[in-house]
Structures are given as structure tokens and as C-alpha cells.
């Protein structure tokens, strides 16, 4: 098994660019994807892999990744991003588990 | 457009089952290659991997609820299902079944139900 750890909140400007930290060690070897969650919601994918967005989420969303550190960069926050945002991995075991981070609550200034 | 639903009891009693199904629509479980999940979320926490299973049977579970958990699919009825035996209050959560895409992308879910509340309690 394999932890994913993640600030617990993080602020923005509005407009400005953010970057939100995961940390583990699977990260080494496996892309991290990224969810956004509002409250009362499910997660919604928006960044996997390399650096992939699925259909219908803003460019403005960008992932990327050095060592054991997976980023996701919101460039240009707008208030409707203000969420919990969450890290995950396949497991650094590579036996097809998969790993959560603990969240980052994102508030939009 | 594929969609997935949760369904079961909204209480369990302290040492039972927890029994949830995830039906899904708009798309067959047993087509391609895609795995299926579980996924929890107590109230205020974070989300937690249950457990996936591939469309061809084989389970892979969380090695912390491993001993507890049992993950199947009905194709005739085109869901699947999970089984978290010997519950206690920390088995209180937001179930969620969620669709991941296809390997080698198999840990990131891009389709979610709507996720069903459970409660713990006798």
C-alpha cells in the first residue's frame, strides 16, 4: 500500500494561478488524476495522466508531475472553482489498488 | 450516455452486512475492458478506495477493509454489487460507485454515481 499526501487548504486570488501539491511515493511510477468536488456532489474528473482534461472541463486546468510530487495548476481561478480537490494513483505496488490523497479545500478570495 | 446508480439501505445495524448495488444504464457492464468501483466517503472526510472489479470477475479490495469486503457483477441485470461485512460506526459514509476509464488509466473514475448515504447505527 501506498499513501498520497495533500496540503489540507490552499487560497487564491480570483484570477490569479494556483498550484495544488500530492505527494507519494507511487507517484514515481504512476500519473496522478485529479477531482473536483463541490459540496453535496460527486467528483468529477478533471485532469489524468500526463496531462489530459476529460471533455467539458476548462483549460484553465493543467496537471503535472516530477518525482514523487504530482501538481494540479489552476491558471486563472474563478470563483466556481472554489472546492475540495483530490489526488489518486494505482498503489506503488502496482497490483491494481488504487490510493486517494486527503483532499485539498481550495477557497477563491 | 452511461450512468450509474446506487442503491440499498440507508441504515445498517452495528455488526451486519452493508449490502449496495450499483445499476448501470446507457451502456453494457460486460462490453470493453473497464474495471468497476467502490468508493466511500465518511461525512466531512475524505474519499476512500473500496474495491474494483473487472469486467472479466477479478476483484482487487483495499487491503484495510480486505478481510470485509465482497465485490460482484450480475451481467444479466447489468450491475454490480458490494458486500462490507461486520460494519461498525467508521463504515458510516457516502457509498459512491464510480466507472473508471479504460487501462491504463484504470484509477481514474470518470463516471460517478450519485453516491448513496450510509449510517451505522442501531
Known amino acids: 500500500s501506498s499513501e498520497l499526501t495533500q496540503d489540507p487548504a490552499v487560497s487564491v486570488a480570483l484570477g490569479q494561478t494556483v498550484r495544488i501539491t500530492c505527494q507519494g511515493d507511487s507517484l514515481r511510477s504512476y500519473y496522478a488524476s485529479w477531482y473536483q468536488q463541490k459540496p453535496g456532489q460527486a467528483p468529477v474528473l478533471v485532469i489524468y495522466?500526463?496531462?489530459n482534461r476529460p471533455s467539458g472541463i476548462p483549460d484553465r486546468f493543467s496537471g503535472s508531475s516530477s518525482g514523487n510530487t504530482a501538481s494540479l495548476t489552476i491558471t486563472g481561478a474563478q470563483a466556481e472553482d472554489e472546492a475540495d480537490y483530490y489526488c489518486?494513483?494505482?498503489?506503488?505496488?502496482?497490483?491494481?489498488?488504487?490510493?486517494f490523497g486527503g483532499g485539498t479545500k481550495l477557497t477563491v478570495l | 450516455q452511461l450512468q450509474l446508480q446506487e442503491s440499498g439501505p440507508g441504515l445498517v445495524k452495528p455488526s451486519e452486512t452493508l449490502s449496495l448495488t450499483c445499476t448501470v444504464s446507457?451502456?453494457?457492464?460486460?462490453?470493453?475492458?473497464?474495471?468497476w468501483g467502490w468508493i466511500r466517503q465518511p461525512p466531512g472526510k475524505g474519499l476512500e478506495w473500496i474495491g474494483s472489479i473487472y469486467y472479466s470477475g477479478s476483484t482487487y479490495y483495499n487491503p484495510s477493509l480486505k478481510s470485509r469486503v465482497t465485490i460482484s457483477v450480475d451481467t444479466s441485470k447489468n450491475q454490480f454489487s458490494l458486500k462490507l461485512s461486520s460494519v461498525t460506526a467508521a463504515d458510516t459514509a457516502v457509498y459512491y460507485c464510480?466507472?473508471?476509464?479504460?487501462?491504463?488509466?484504470?484509477?481514474?473514475?470518470?463516471?460517478w454515481g450519485q453516491g448513496t448515504m450510509v449510517t451505522v447505527s442501531s
Open positions: 489518486n494513483s494505482r498503489d506503488s505496488s502496482g497490483n491494481h489498488h488504487v490510493v
Open positions: 495522466g500526463k496531462n
Open positions: 446507457g451502456g453494457s457492464i460486460s462490453s470493453s475492458s473497464y474495471y
Open positions: 464510480a466507472r473508471p476509464l479504460l487501462p491504463p488509466h484504470h484509477d481514474a473514475f470518470d463516471i
